[in-house]
């Protein structure tokens, strides 16, 4: 068998790591009777069998084996992610991944149930053969594409290099045949654009063979031209090579910083450090969501727990496992999870994902101006004004409150004794958060990350649990009914910097 480094919303890690013997080998196959397709499936099955025994990160029971069918397989995982592959699902897994295949350069959509080019890729055989965005799919080699998947749509553009494929369209009321011949087409996983003056954005779609390499050259290019803040957007990217997010995050972080817990079936939790190489360091916001998962959580992960960036949007997709595809001997790929992954202070992702330092969902009139974007470009503004020197600029979250108490009176922070002091409510509504009742009188809860915190205000103290289950405790201010705490608990405690 061979391990494959494959996967979208599976990072994998690479076989050097996995402690595992892997063969390679070649075979030659003619035409077989029913016995010996009998034999060969049963070699098959026997063969996912012991390899699930060695690698599959969970216990599977003996009463599961021995299987009779490549329907048992399924039955015996206990996670979604790992799976028996044919070829042809293999090869469609490897092509979105690496974003490498036989096409024409076209991005599909669809739109009131049509099927429509979205845009074309600059200099590519759709682009020359005279299709353009807006343009309404109505057939792919004379056959109609009327209820087809955009998947499907797209596998009827694509094939071998150098063959044409004949897409029927309809523009401007009128019907349209091109004949492009097919490429191999390579998409960039990082685009960026200057947001403003030394702000810019870069959004990652995937971590990709060559996604390190890709930033390490970005990064020097926009350095070059005043780089001052940088926002990475995350948002919609599903994973893909653990060692490339790996790589990239190191690009952030001073030299020997953890970047991830791994957990194998027979080890323990393993810190994974940076390589080495001193980061970039300068202000950085990362924006995630919902469909951010797996290889794209490692990094937003390490980035936020080492206090690297600020995180805006939403808690992401939480897958914390890492998959293997190993090709088989007789036949077809299994794809096993392995280990699981957490954040480099332990933070479980799995089931639980990571959760933002500021809470903004993206809404439905959003468009490129968003409000993740917004907040995104507000924070890195004024982290940059004020660490130039500029001591008039208030921070992201002094300013907020400054707002909400010209809008509605809310407190303002106050020096207690010599030290300052921030009002916990309206501060976590900047973050996206609330306080809510306690189970007891003059007790209230928030939730933060994965800890839920209780304020006393008898005691006139707040009280948590760390991820490994020690207790901890801050004294609290009350003042004109308000509850008051320390830019030490919001940044070391909270870890929420003060911008």
Do not use: C
Not at 114 to 124: D, H, K, R
């Amino acid at each position: 068998m061979r391990t494959k480094n494959l996967g979208l919303r599976n990072p994998v890690f690479r076989y050097d790591v996995l402690l595992v013997t892997v063969l390679v080998f070649m075979l030659v196959f003619t035409v077989l009777s029913p016995a010996v397709f009998t034999a060969e499936r049963e070699k098959l099955l026997q063969e996912i069998e012991e390899v699930t025994k060695k690698i599959y990160l969970y216990p599977v029971g003996e009463d599961t084996f021995p299987l009779r069918s490549l329907e048992d397989v399924e039955g015996i995982f206990k996670d979604p992610h790992s799976t028996y592959l044919s070829e042809e699902q293999f090869r469609h897994m490897e092509e979105k991944l690496g974003r490498s295949f036989g096409g024409v350069g076209i991005y599909i959509g669809l739109q009131q149930g049509q099927v429509i080019v979205e845009s074309t890729v600059p200099g590519a055989p759709a682009e020359r053969a005279g299709l353009r965005g807006g343009d309404v799919i109505t057939a792919v080699d004379w056959r109609p594409v009327a209820g087809a998947s955009l998947d499907q749509v797209a596998a009827m553009i694509r094939g071998e290099p150098g063959t044409a494929v004949n897409i029927t369209v309809r523009r401007d009321g009128r019907i349209f045949n091109f004949n492009p011949v097919r490429e191999k087409i390579t998409l960039s996983a990082i685009n960026h654009e200057w947001l403003e003056e030394g702000l810019a954005l870069a959004r990652v779609s995937f971590f990709g063979q060559r996604s390190g390499i890709e930033m390490s050259a970005l990064l020097e290019s926009l350095r070059l031209e005043g780089l001052r803040g940088l926002v990475l957007d995350l948002r919609g990217n599903q994973g893909g090579y653990y060692y490339e997010a790996l790589e990239m995050a190191s690009f952030f972080l001073d030299s020997e910083e953890a970047l991830v817990q791994v957990k194998q079936r027979s080890l323990g939790w393993q810190e994974k450090k940076a390589d080495g190489t001193p980061g970039l360091f300068l202000p950085l916001v990362v924006l995630v969501d919902g469909e951010t998962a797996s290889a794209a959580e490692i990094f937003a992960a390490a980035l936020k727990e080492n206090g690297a960036a600020v995180l805006v949007g939403e808690t992401t997709y939480g897958k914390g496992t890492i998959q293997v595809v190993i090709e088989l001997v007789h036949g077809g790929f299994l794809k096993l999870t392995t280990a699981e992954f957490a954040g480099p202070a332990g933070g479980r992702i799995e089931g639980r994902g990571v959760e933002p330092h500021f809470l903004v969902p993206l809404g439905p009139g959003d468009g490129p101006g968003d409000g993740p974007v917004q907040a995104a470009v507000e924070l890195l503004r004024r982290q940059v004004e004020r660490g130039e020197g500029a001591e008039d600029v208030l921070s992201f979250l002094e300013a907020g409150l400054q707002g909400l108490h010209r809008e509605g009176g809310t407190p303002l922070p106050r020096v207690f004794e010599g030290e300052l002091y921030y009002p916990l409510r309206p501060l976590l509504q900047l973050t996206g958060r609330t306080i809510s009742g306690g189970d007891e009188p003059g007790e209230y809860i928030f939730d933060w990350f994965t800890q839920t915190f209780t304020i006393n205000l008898g005691e006139r103290s707040i009280t948590w649990e760390d991820v490994a289950g020690r207790g901890h405790s801050r004294a609290v201010v009350l003042y004109g009914g308000s509850t008051y705490v320390t830019r030490q608990f919001l940044e070391d405690d909270l870890a929420l910097p003060i911008y």
